[in-house]
């Protein structure tokens, strides 16, 4: 019995078991060659921030402001554009387009840290 578990179990691979060995002449094990930039705790706070990002937008900016940050920001799945591009296609100046997504950006800022998410 024990001889079969020893055959079944001689074709595992191990994250931590040797694989290679570098320039340097270090082991390298499969754990190392795994990439592992993406914290899944990082993902999933990013993407409940984004959510609660979304919902102050419509809960507490004017549809000007809202306008204004979609289209800096890209948000919505728009493409993000410059103050020049938005200001030309709402036919107000850039100087008000600024003014209008800061005031936007500081509202939204505000709520954030009101509610605890900052």
């Keep these: 019995m024990n001889f079969r578990n ?10 931590s078991d040797p694989i290679d060995i570098d320039r340097d002449g270090n082991s390298l094990t499969l754990q190392d060659t795994m990439r592992d930039d993406d914290n ?12 609660q990002m979304y919902d102050l937008i419509e809960k507490h900016l004017s549809p000007r402001e809202k ?44 709520e954030f840290i009101r509610g605890g998410l900052m």
């Excluded at 899944?40 to 959510?51: A, P, Q, T, V």
């Excluded at 410059?82 to 509202?107: F, M």
């Design 40 to 51: 899944i705790f990082d993902h999933i706070d990013l993407r409940l921030k984004s959510e």
């Design 67 to 110: 306008k204004i940050l979609i289209m800096r920001y890209g948000l919505f799945c728009q493409r993000p554009r410059t103050q020049r591009e938005v200001a030309k296609e709402l036919d107000i100046s850039r100087s008000y387009v600024s003014r209008i997504e800061k005031k936007a950006v500081d509202i939204l800022r505000r």
């Design 6 to 15: 020893q055959r079944k179990s001689a074709q595992d691979v191990f994250i």
